[in-house]
Nanobody
Framework: QVQLVESGGGLVQAGGSLRVSCAAP??????MGWFRQAPGKEREFVAA???????TYADSVNDRFTVSRNNARGTIDLQMSNLKPEDTAIYYC??????????????????WGQGTQVTVSS
């Protein structure tokens, strides 16, 4: 298990931007990623970046969200732009031992943050 500390999120109007960040202090993890879970829905993949900075995105966010890693700090940021009400969810940071574009299945992620709320109003 790895401790993952999330920050950011909040409330924004549709079309606005938010950033969520996650830190694994002192650790360089193979892959760090973001998932989200809306009320009544299953947890879904959002984006991930491995330690060589290969990134992968869900189709629903591909042209709006940007994920970035800082291996020296052990952090991953998710910059979210042009937010939509359907982006409203709890966003979870997670760590996995797999790498590359295919590393996006929740079952591959072994540590999870506590989650941070993102709410987009219409």
């Amino acid at each position: 298990q790895v401790q993952l500390v999330e920050s950011g999120g909040g409330l924004v109007q549709a079309g606005g931007s938010l950033r969520v960040s996650c830190a694994a202090p002192g650790r360089t993890l193979p892959t760090m990623g973001w998932f989200r879970q809306a009320p009544g829905k299953e947890r879904e993949f959002v984006a991930a970046a491995d330690w060589s900075r290969v990134t992968t995105y869900a189709d629903s966010v591909n042209d709006r969200f940007t994920v970035s890693r800082n291996n020296a700090r052990g952090t991953i940021d998710l910059q979210m732009s042009n937010l939509k009400p359907e982006d409203t969810a709890i966003y979870y940071c997670a760590a996995a031992s797999c790498t590359g574009y295919g590393c996006r299945d929740p079952s591959s992620f072994y540590s999870w943050g506590q989650g941070t709320q993102v709410t987009v109003s219409s």
